[in-house]
């Protein structure tokens, strides 16, 4: 058996583990966008205020945020593969106490506590695989398959909001959030009580003392000794580099992904054509992420990061020239969305989770999550205001800009790999 078919095959073998963590974005996407699309059907339901609406929206935003910049002291005190079992178990809690909603109060909690547990499992879940894995390149291959799932979770999430819209008071969205929390108790079974995932935990474990061994680490890896220690200038580097590339790419995925619909209608399309094109698009990224995981254990990776990169900045480019007029913005989009799944959070997944050692993945992962997510929500409140026909020119622009900070970050960080030989491509 050749290399390329020894690393097919433990792929495969560990494939399951992908699809665990997986279903993890799943609920992940789903709960953003499961209450996204039904918020109006719960305010019709509770008899809720549009301040209301809006508090339960925000707090979701930022309980995922706070999860996220907690994984790494959740796998601190509770252990990373007790906390990777346990936290879908208290998302379907979370879900249920919103099925069980009587009034805002009740919704409230319910959602904070699943947005808690899924940002805090996204962090988590791809450092179990990473521990996990019996080698890097499986490993990347693994973990950038994870975006595959959070597309899907998006387009389930819509297609369900669509199949209970017509459904009386707010029966639709306890439709919705029940299918959540049975997902959340079968992947919390699946996790917990598989003995091959208990096996593979066992296994990465050995690996993992056998590697600290042979390198004669005698000191306890932790934060403070990989950002303090003497090799910080190579970590700070890797950090920064991650952290400027995602913030700035994370900043235009969240306003597409918001507002994408918005800036359809703005230039004339009817809301019947926005919402198809949103679902053609979602297919657009869907298949461009399956194209890079299959290559992003590989040395064509970077390439794929180059073309993906130029092609969101094309995108914005297109935008900008076209301003108000539909088609050309509909194309725009759909290069971006080839583009943004190429040269985008897969990509900021793998070098998260190969750059550090695994005891500090969560946490390093976690807080870059956080910070970028509450700083999106804090930017959503304004970009309404920048993609109303009269300002999309010069916010296309600025876009353009934000994406060369990004690809020039990107460009940084492959070169500090091959310069401490991470990757030698």
């Known amino acids: ?3 390329g078919e020894v690393q097919k095959s433990e792929f495969s073998k560990y494939r399951p583990l992908a ?11 789903g709960i953003i966008v499961g209450l996204s699309a039904t918020i109006t059907v719960w305010q019709a339901g509770l008899n809720l205020t549009n301040a209301q609406v809006g508090f339960i929206s925000g707090a979701l935003t930022f309980a995922i945020a706070f999860g996220s910049l907690l994984a790494g002291q959740i796998t601190k005190a509770f252990g990373l593969i007790r906390s990777f079992n346990s936290l879908n178990l208290f998302y379907a809690l979370g879900a249920l106490i919103c099925v069980a909603a009587t009034g805002f109060p009740m919704l409230l909690i ?3 506590v699943t947005g808690f547990a899924s940002g805090a499992d996204l962090p988590i879940s791809l450092t179990v695989i990473s521990h996990d894995s019996p080698n890097e390149k499986t490993s990347n291959e693994l973990v ?7 597309q899907i979770g998006v387009f389930s999430s819509y297609v369900g909001a669509f199949v209970v819209s017509r459904m009386a008071g707010a029966t639709g969205a306890r439709l919705v959030f029940s299918l959540l929390a049975a997902f959340a108790l ?21 690996r993992r003392l056998e590697h600290e061994k042979e390198a004669n680490v005698t000191e306890k890896v932790s934060i403070k000794s990989v950002f303090a220690g003497s090799n910080r200038g190579k970590y700070m580097g890797f950090f920064f580099g991650i952290f400027i590339f995602y913030i700035c790419w994370n900043l235009l995925a969240n306003t597409f992904g918001q507002f994408q619909t918005f800036t359809l209608v703005q230039a004339n399309a009817s809301q019947s054509f926005a919402t198809g094109a949103g679902v053609i698009l979602n297919f657009i990224s869907l298949f461009s992420t399956m194209a890079f995981a299959s290559v992003s254990g590989g040395k064509y990776r970077n390439k794929f990061f180059i073309v993906g990169a130029i092609v969101q900045f094309a995108a914005m480019l297109g935008l900008a020239l076209s301003s108000h007029a539909l088609w050309p913005i509909v194309i725009a989009i759909g290069l971006y969305n080839i583009g943004n799944s190429i040269a985008g959070e897969a990509m900021y997944k793998v070098w998260t989770q190969e750059s550090f050692p695994v005891e500090v993945r969560a946490g390093v992962q976690g807080f870059i999550n956080g910070f970028s997510r509450m700083l999106c929500g804090l930017f ?5 205001a920048l993609v109303v026909p009269g300002m999309i020119k010069y916010t296309m622009f600025g876009f353009a800009g934000i994406i060369l900070i990004s690809f020039i970050s990107g460009l940084t960080m492959m070169r500090l790999q091959r310069k401490h030989n991470v990757h030698d491509f």
């Open 19 to 29: 699809i665990a963590a997986g279903i993890g974005s799943i609920l992940g996407s």
């Open 1 to 3: 058996m050749n290399n």
């Open 380 to 384: 959503a409140i304004v970009t309404p």
């Open 110 to 112: 319910g959602v904070i």
């Open 144 to 150: 950038s398959s994870t975006q595959i799932f959070w």
């Open 186 to 206: 079968i992947t919390w079974a699946w996790r917990t009580f598989s003995s091959k995932f208990k096996t593979f935990h066992e296994q990465g474990e050995q």
